[in-house]
């Protein structure tokens, strides 16, 4: 048996960063940026007014002075004369401050009568003026990589960047296996169950970034397996769900193998979902998942949107790994690292009572999954604890 | 001022639950369930081998007793013939529980030779049978309102569920406003700037789950107004940016009051983002943002995401606030809920330095909004604050 880390490692190693795309910035949140976004302007462009307001020459403030309005300037259609000494132009936010003023007075503190203004007695202390470049200054950049998220694409449309180079998303095949397997909506045998692994881990790697190919069942023969793989040519990633153990029904390294697989099989030192297959099918990646419900689901999370996230270009390929107190006394971990299937509270993280893999009601019912290292020690209620969110 | 509970409790009012459509299993994550999910079947539907074994009778285990093997069980085809004393079935993961069985020996506690077995020395004292309807029964349920993730749909495809009723997803038409505004791509005037906050909107409202359209960017005239609100009059929430002020030319709050809306313009106690339009629009739910872009990125999170959140069906209409310590000390609030951009991270949460709302600099490097209360004492680093994730 090899530790999870090993084969993280190993897993991660077929897998590169796709190569680069040109998106429209509207397209673009949830990507991961490749290339920095150069400013090809400066934010403000010019000083501009922070509020509604008059402005003026700061060194003419003081309560009860008057001014002379002048003209007016508004966002987009600035004045353009220049203000002189006892005068004032009327300014709304976001409007250039004309020439000769340095000071935004906000009209909350001015008296109007006509064309004449008086500050009141008291004054705000502050010019309201956003100087030019506040933001940013033209050749300010926004470096790659970065996971794009609303803010980011706010900067950039204010950067004026209309399209952003980013990492392709990957293109997932999803095969499930097995003779004993229908599709939802169909009527199934005495001896048959609906497939379920693949519904899951589509949305799972979905919401992960992945564009995902649900491919027909393959039944538990070589020609149906030889022509599934065959279909799964073109993607950027194939995982096979169930066929992955070394039952003698277990077909799918055997046909890997037909097809070139440089066959590694894992035999992880984890719980759920020991037996894990690894390698290149027809030169694509490929992962083989254990067929049931909640092994599939866990190795799902723990090496598959990884290597999503590392395809996408992400600067952290691993999900950050949380922490939070045990609500339970828990005893010691076997050899194997636990996933246990886990509620996330305000109270803190509570294992629940059925840990047994094929129980998708406790995995629905899960909202995290509680992590038990390797011969973890014992430990007592209120201890802190790692937990990956699902 | 009204305080932002109180902005929240009348912008959500003007919104409701949108109706209920069927979507196909696939397509279902990330929605809320509206109908409950009704299993049509038991799971396992049989008892079934949870290992690769012999099934056998259990009162027959015991320490090198021999059995004979009279037959195969895989998953998908079962044994039909009936498991009597002495005999054994050879079984896989997945696999029926031939009649007469009720006890699976794991492959690797026994030794074949030829049709016989002889069990070791020592045996695991587990009968690795899954009873039929351990995981669920015909007529469980997973209960609506429910935000569907990855494990559920795994669920509801084994409960043989191939379309889901979910909550329509809102529409949202997005309209900034301004003489000033260019869109990405073009050429800004010298009094221009590039339209931004509309993007970052886009951004936001799709990851909450909007459907959203960008409208042409309206101009600072009455057609250009109307004109844009009559283009959006099919979404089920309309959005200006801008205009949402009192200055001499903010005319969205005019144009809107001639299209029948029962004017509703709050100043709100929250800093960045004071000011708020909402009301009915050509009988649309319709919210005016300020025009500032780090206001109208913040207002956007802290009423339109609920917003969007009722509109589909969450249970949980507001995002849940998170706390961690301050890493600073922070002076008291003053008498305005103080949303600071700032990062969280594994030592505690920082506000920026610089919290002026013209900077989407400054955004675009938080990861999280620090709630300040109204009137908030003097904190000292340490202490624990709210936070939302942005």
Redesign the interface.
């Given at each position: 048996m090899i530790s999870v880390e090993e084969a993280l490692a190993k897993t991660l190693n077929l897998v590169s960063e796709l190569e680069v795309e040109s998106v429209p910035?509207?397209e673009?949140?949830?990507r991961v940026l490749a290339c920095d976004i150069v400013a090809t302007?400066s934010?403000?462009?010019?000083a501009s007014s922070?509020m509604?307001g008059y402005a003026v020459k700061g060194v003419e403030v003081e309560p009860y002075a008057m001014f002379s309005v002048i003209g007016e300037a508004?966002?987009?259609?600035?004045f353009s004369g220049t203000v002189g000494a006892g005068e004032a132009v009327?300014i709304?936010?976001?409007?250039?401050i004309p020439k000769g003023a340095d000071y935004v007075i906000i009209q909350e503190d001015v008296a109007v009568r006509g064309k004449l203004i008086t500050l009141d007695s008291e004054i705000e202390n502050h010019d309201y003026v956003?100087p030019l470049g506040?933001?940013?200054a033209a050749g300010?950049r926004?470096q790659a990589p970065r996971v794009?998220?609303?803010?980011?694409?706010?900067?950039?449309?204010?950067?004026?960047?209309?399209?952003l180079q980013v990492y392709r998303r990957p293109i997932v095949a999803l095969i499930a296996t097995?003779?004993?397997?229908v599709?939802?909506?169909e009527v199934?045998?005495?001896?048959?169950?609906?497939?379920?692994?693949s519904?899951?881990?589509?949305?799972?790697l979905?919401?992960a970034g992945a564009q995902v190919r649900?491919l027909p069942i393959a039944r538990?023969t070589k020609p149906s397996l030889t022509q599934a793989f065959t279909l799964a040519k073109s993607a950027d990633l194939v995982v096979t769900i169930g066929g992955a153990?070394?039952?003698?029904?277990d077909l799918v390294a055997d046909v890997a193998a037909e097809l070139g697989m440089e066959r590694a099989f894992y035999k992880i030192a984890m719980r759920p979902g020991k037996p894990l297959m690894a390698g290149r099918v027809l030169d694509v990646p490929m992962v083989g998942l254990p067929?049931?419900?909640v092994s599939s689901?866990v190795c799902g999370q723990i090496f598959l949107v990884p290597m999503i996230r590392k395809m996408m270009g992400h600067p952290d390929v691993l999900p950050r790994e949380l922490t939070a107190k045990s609500t339970q006394d828990m005893p010691a971990n076997g050899p194997r690292a636990h996933y246990m299937r886990a509620i996330i509270s305000e109270d803190g993280i509570t294992p629940l009572l059925r840990q047994?893999s094929?129980?998708?009601?406790v995995?629905?019912a899960?909202?995290a999954l509680l992590i038990r290292a390797p011969h973890a020690g014992k430990i007592d209620a209120g201890a802190i604890v790692s937990y990956l969110p699902?």
């Open positions: 910035l509207q673009a949140a949830g302007r934010q403000p462009p010019f922070a509604d508004a966002a987009g259609h600035g009327r709304f936010t976001g409007a250039p956003r506040d933001d940013f300010d926004i794009l998220r609303a803010g980011d694409i706010a900067l950039a449309a204010s950067m004026n960047a209309p399209t097995g003779d004993e397997l599709i939802p909506g199934p045998g005495p001896d048959q169950i609906i497939a379920s692994n519904f899951g881990l589509k949305a799972m979905e919401e649900l538990d153990s070394v039952g003698d029904h067929g049931n419900p689901m047994d094929g129980l998708l009601t995995l629905s899960a909202n699902i």
